[in-house]
């Protein structure tokens, strides 16, 4: 029995006997120079067509050749005397004959048996080995219904892959899987070792039936004898991961072990819609992993079923709050508080708490991930990150984060890679997810009338509470935004600057423009610092939303002045870019003054030493924006001096 593993070593029985016990010695009971018979393989199983010919054709040996030689064996089992057959011939000096063996009276879809042996004396001997051999058949018609698709997560990422369904014409409760794994596994990226099941047979399992040695009480549970092999060897241990029914382990055997092994609901024409199966996987000669209890590790859609997910998506479940988290984006270092949300089911009637959960897992999304009224979709099922590979999903491949990059105006799309990504529990309370996410934009090649995407960049956004520690308060020189009638940058004091516990390079002024929060790095061995790529909240008069990012970032013409930070001074020298779709509008050297916290020392008196000629008040060419009264202190302030010199 699979499961059970023994180590026997340093073991010695000694058996002694009494000088006057009884011995008898067998006597010899073959002829001499007997045939010497013998079966190399011990029988085989044959499926036939209804339409294929009625008769096989059995290999039997001899080891001594020696004259010719006709030798009938004994049917020790026949079932309905369905089989006939003849001698085996052997010509003088062949040590290999056949015996033919015709069953033209057999039934469709019954299981016929014929068991072949001898106990001739001048074919065999007592101690003769393989003189038994068992042939088995079976005529069915098998019926091509179609396309179905398999679902697996435990070694294939939620992949679905595509198979052809036959079932059997006299018993529509019995199928046949060609090729099962070979989509699902190339789809994963793993590669097929060609030694995959190509034919799967899989029953839905009635009372009365026996599997195994349990004969079966309860009716929609599934059931298959055979180990189904994946083709796919694990990259540890170099063995092949089968998939394997509960009821051939010592410890799973039992029907109530075979729970979650079942049909999850049928098509109006008796067919399935999907079946679940909760295998064990197993590695021979090696062990394997207990997911008998599981549901959703592998799920088989039917042809003829297209269960409408979206729809379903839209229609029947509805978001609900779960927490907030600080979410991160490590590419840019911008965080942002966000609320995780999470799709409950609202209605059984179609099965969506159980059919859908069963085959895509659980919906959250991030609230307003990057950019208002721009939330980021992913499925968690058996506690990992993925968007499922199937056509009613296709909208949450490329997910519209609602910014644009800088460079070319475009929007920009995330894409979750499942590989990366990753998701901690604290019991049943999420604790921190990572999402690997690559963004990207996509391009319309004309000459292939497609759409290409072309990658930014990509790394992971985490969710998770951090503790932000403050460090100073300070003064904000603005400079973009507000500037005396002097032409000198405007102060604003009063800022609170704070640095993230666990990542203390991650930093953030806060209640800065617009009321949003000033994110940026600093390199406190260097003193370097960066600009985090970010919203500033504000919409730009014909030009929309405005950005904010480290110069340099955003183009090599603005590498030469990097920000930093002086310690002599304590204070935080920013080269930004202010940018819109349309580009930038010019690079500016923005402070930050700490006046309390920090190092103690000299007052900073700051002099404007940035483009005069873009910056002086131009009437001509400034537009003014007048901000609403019940914006914050900064927008109060706001005096948009931008002229037409957008890059």
């Known amino acids: 029995m699979k499961g059970l593993f023994f180590l026997l070593a340093g073991l010695s029985v000694f058996v002694a006997c009494k000088e006057d016990d009884d011995i008898t010695v067998g006597k010899w009971d073959a002829a001499d120079n007997y045939a010497n018979i013998y079966f190399e393989k011990s029988g085989e199983s044959y499926e036939l067509a209804p339409t294929d010919e009625t008769t096989v054709k059995i290999p039997v040996y001899r080891r001594n050749t020696a004259g010719a030689l006709d030798a009938t064996l004994t049917a020790t089992i026949n079932t309905d005397d369905a089989f006939t057959f003849g001698p085996a011939k052997f010509a003088d000096g062949d040590s290999l004959a056949y015996i033919t063996v015709n069953f033209p009276k057999t039934e469709i879809g019954k299981n016929y048996t014929l068991q072949l042996s001898s106990e001739d004396p ?270 009613d999903f296709e ?104 640095y993230r516990e666990d990542k203390p390079e991650m930093c953030k002024i806060t209640d800065w423009l617009m009321g949003t929060d000033f994110q940026f790095t600093w390199n406190r061995t260097t003193n370097d610092c960066a600009v985090a790529y970010q919203s500033i909240n504000y919409d730009y008069p014909g030009y929309g939303a405005m950005y904010i990012i480290e110069g340099a970032t955003y183009d090599d013409r603005y590498a030469e002045k990097k920000s930093y930070y002086d310690p002599a001074t304590k204070t935080f020298h920013f080269f930004p870019v202010y940018f819109v779709s349309a580009g930038s509008l010019g690079q500016y050297e923005e402070f930050f003054e700490i006046t309390e916290g920090g190092a103690s020392v000299k007052k900073f008196a700051p002099k404007w030493r940035g483009n005069q000629n873009f910056l002086r008040y131009n009437k001509a060419q400034k537009e003014w924006e007048k901000i609403k009264a019940n914006q914050t202190k900064q927008t109060s302030k706001v005096s948009v001096a931008f002229s037409n010199e957008l890059k």
């Open 395 to 498: 909208d949450y491949y490329y997910q519209a984060t609602g910014l644009t990059d800088p460079t070319t105006g475009k929007d920009i799309y995330a894409y979750i890679e499942s590989e990366g990504s990753s998701i901690v529990w604290d019991g049943d309370d999420i604790k921190e997810i990572t999402i690997n996410a690559f963004f990207l934009n996509i391009n319309y090649d004309e000459e292939e009338d497609e759409d290409i995407p072309n990658i930014l960049g990509n790394g992971p956004q985490t969710l998770n509470n951090v503790i932000w520690v403050e460090y100073a308060t300070g003064t904000y020189y603005y400079v973009a935004f507000a500037e005396n009638e002097e032409g000198n940058p405007e102060p604003d004091p009063g800022y609170k600057m704070y």
């Open 122 to 391: 001048n074919l065999v001997s007592s101690y003769s080995k393989g003189i038994v051999y068992t042939l088995d058949i079976i005529r069915v018609k098998w019926n091509f219904v179609g396309k179905g698709y398999i679902t697996e997560v435990g070694f294939f990422g939620g992949n679905t892959g595509e198979f052809d369904v036959y079932v059997r014409d006299d018993d529509n409760f019995k199928f046949r899987f060609d090729n099962l794994f070979d989509d699902l596994v190339t789809k994963a990226g793993k590669t097929l070792d060609g030694n995959q099941t190509k034919q799967a047979y899989v029953s839905i399992l009635r009372p009365g039936d026996v599997l195994g040695s349990t004969t079966v009480t309860k009716t929609g549970l599934v059931g298959f004898e055979d180990d189904l092999n994946t083709g796919y060897a694990h990259p540890t241990y170099g063995a092949d991961i089968l998939i394997c029914h509960p009821y051939g382990f010592s410890s799973t055997k039992a029907e109530s072990n075979w729970s979650f092994n079942k049909v999850l609901g049928y098509q109006e024409n008796g067919l399935p819609k999907q079946i679940q199966i909760a295998p064990f996987y197993y590695m021979n000669g090696i062990g394997g992993w207990n997911y008998t209890q599981n549901a959703g590790m592998v799920v088989i859609t039917f042809p003829g079923v297209h269960i409408d997910y979206e729809a379903v998506f839209e229609d029947d479940f509805e978001w609900s709050d779960v927490k907030t988290f600080d979410f991160t984006n490590t590419l840019t270092g911008e965080v942002n508080n966000v609320m995780l949300q999470k799709a409950t089911c609202t209605t059984n009637e179609d099965k969506c708490d159980s059919v859908f959960m069963a085959t895509y897992g659980v919906p959250y999304r991030i609230k307003d991930a990057y950019a208002e009224d721009n939330d980021i979709v992913f499925f968690v099922k058996k506690k990992k990150v993925y968007i499922p590979d199937d056509e």
